[in-house]
């Protein structure tokens, strides 16, 4: 009986994943209204729940396992970025185009801002060369601008880790933080979800903090935050490592 | 028909994809660089296209908001993916680095939205 229910699964990974899914939503929107009366939205709470489960499994979050490797289908890039495009149907032009030089402005000084902190958090930790100190600082843009800048600069692959690692804080970070700091930093406007999308720039934490913020934001901080990782992967192993360089020697 | 609004999406989804890709080649970067940007950028273009000619009936509509109200539930799915371990194991300075980089992002928001609000004088509105 078990193997039969694990062939089924195993057959149909991507259905079974819509079930596991719609529970999780179920238990969290149930979670929300009784345990905390709305005031932390039932997204924020499924989320959070998504985290802790991945926590479990290893590489793959909880997909690790095979029995829930349709989760991985579910919410893997390309499904991820067909639903987070479908979301400009809400998305207005004209408030786009109000916040469209702020969205530069922001991708630019978020991939700086990123590099530097993270930079100086390796110097801190004893990193002085400027190839390590470039990669951690790349790793904090996001952990695909880690990678390709380590690789790009030949950092060892302890330091490539770190800074793969980073990235990944930074996603979790922004994902769990959003919603909680989203009223102190003025976020309940698509001006600065675009800002917000530009000056944080990992796509993931950027679209599921949104959305625990509100679902309306979304497309705003998607639009910006998809040029992020390009950006970086641009600027941290040429301008950036070249300036760093000139400092260490 | 619903199809008819998938198969919109999809097309200026892979639209955008294949302009992002081409980015990423110039720039010899081996990935996308705002693939999805320029899809949505498609969507809403396309979207008002169909709206003036009238093609953009209720139902085609619906292919695409069906998609949009998946989206939460996908975000859903892949925070269950996440290397979560790996990000918490690597030691103090990934913990330490991806924090501060965030939260100092954070604190620029305010700053920059002033930009994108020159138009209207600055209130507060919820």
Redesign the interface.
């Known amino acids: 009986m078990m193997e039969l229910i694990e062939n089924l699964i195993g057959k149909n990974g991507l259905v079974f994943g819509f079930l596991l899914v719609g529970l999780i939503m179920l238990i969290s929107s149930w979670l929300s209204k009784s345990m905390t009366r709305n005031k932390i939205p039932g997204v924020a709470i499924a989320i959070i729940i998504g985290l802790v489960v991945a926590g479990l499994g290893e590489e793959k979050g909880i997909a690790s396992f095979p029995i829930f490797a349709g989760l991985g289908l579910l919410g893997g890039s390309m499904l991820r970025d067909f639903s987070v495009v479908s979301t400009a149907m809400g998305a207005d032009i004209e408030k786009i185009k109000a916040a469209g030089l702020a969205g530069v402005i922001a991708l630019f000084i978020g991939v700086l801002v990123a590099f530097v902190m993270g930079g100086i958090v390796a110097f801190a930790f004893g990193y002085t060369d400027a190839e390590s100190i470039t990669t951690i600082g790349a790793g904090a843009c996001t952990y695909i601008v880690g990678p390709i800048t380590g690789a790009a600069l030949n950092a060892s692959s302890e330091v490539i880790a770190i800074s793969i690692a980073t990235g990944v804080v930074k996603t979790i970070i922004t994902t769990v933080s959003t919603p909680l700091v989203a009223k102190a930093i003025g976020l309940n406007n698509p001006q600065s979800a675009v800002v917000f999308g530009g000056l944080i720039g990992t796509t993931s934490g950027v679209a599921a903090g949104l959305a625990a913020t509100d679902p309306k934001l979304v497309p705003y901080g998607a639009l910006t935050a998809t040029f992020y990782t390009g950006l970086g992967c641009l600027l941290c192993p040429s301008v950036f490592y070249l300036i760093l360089k000139v400092f260490l020697g | 028909m619903k199809i008819y609004g998938v198969a919109l999406?999809?097309f200026?989804?892979l639209l955008?994809?294949l302009i992002?890709s081409l980015?990423?080649q110039i720039?010899q970067?081996?990935?996308?660089?705002?693939?999805?940007?320029f899809?949505?950028?498609f969507?809403?273009l396309g979207?008002?296209y169909f709206k003036r000619k009238g093609w953009m009936v209720a139902e085609t509509?619906n292919g695409?908001?069906f998609?949009?109200s998946?989206?939460?539930?996908?975000?859903?799915?892949?925070?269950?993916?996440?290397?979560?371990?790996?990000?918490?194991s690597?030691?103090?300075?990934?913990?330490?680095?991806?924090?501060?980089?965030?939260?100092?992002?954070?604190?620029?928001?305010?700053l920059?939205?002033k930009?994108?609000?020159k138009?209207e004088p600055k209130k507060?509105?919820?």
């Open positions: 999406l999809a200026c989804f955008g994809k992002g980015l990423g720039m970067i081996n990935g996308d660089v705002g693939g999805v940007g899809a949505m950028l969507l809403i979207n008002a509509q695409i908001l998609w949009s998946m989206y939460i539930p996908i975000i859903v799915a892949m925070a269950a993916t996440q290397n979560v371990k790996a990000a918490l690597a030691g103090p300075l990934a913990l330490v680095a991806g924090t501060v980089a965030t939260l100092i992002a954070f604190a620029f928001v305010p920059l939205s930009l994108g609000n138009k507060e509105n919820e």
